[in-house]
């Protein structure tokens, strides 16, 4: 049974940082592809950054590009991303999310397992 549990948000102001984290169960993180999603009230679910299974390719939307930091540490079978200079634009649910596969794509199909989700509000 895989299960992914974020955690690390919560309301910041405006150019303040947050650190958020999803620890897997049931799941390495060395296996698959994973990344984080982001659901904005009234708008569609949409990728804001992933890594591969090897954490040696990252990519990030153009959103948050230069000021996201997706990594992982295998150790403690933990998803990270640091996100600095927040704005009032990245406030959303944020996802965590894992694939099967050890590319890495931006089809939320492509993502077999999701987390709960995590706050951020930025004002």
């Known amino acids: 049974h895989v299960q992914l549990v974020e955690s690390g948000g919560g309301s910041v102001q405006a150019g303040g940082s947050l650190r958020l984290s999803c620890v897997a169960s049931?799941?390495?993180?060395?296996?698959?592809?994973m990344g984080w999603f982001r659901q904005a009230p009234g708008k569609e679910r949409e990728p804001v950054a992933r890594?591969?299974?090897?954490?040696?390719?990252?990519t990030y939307a153009a959103s948050v590009r230069g000021r996201a930091t997706i990594s992982k540490d295998n150790a403690k079978n933990t998803l990270f991303m640091l996100m600095n200079s927040l704005d009032p634009e990245d406030t959303a649910m944020y996802y965590c999310?894992?694939?099967?596969?050890?590319?890495?794509?931006?089809?939320?199909?492509?993502?077999?397992?999701w987390g709960q989700g995590t706050q951020v509000t930025v004002s």
């Open positions: 049931g799941y390495s993180v060395v296996s698959g592809c």
């Open positions: 999310a894992a694939s099967r596969l050890f590319s890495c794509s931006a089809r939320q199909d492509d993502y077999a397992y």
């Open positions: 890594i591969n299974s090897g954490g040696s390719i990252t």
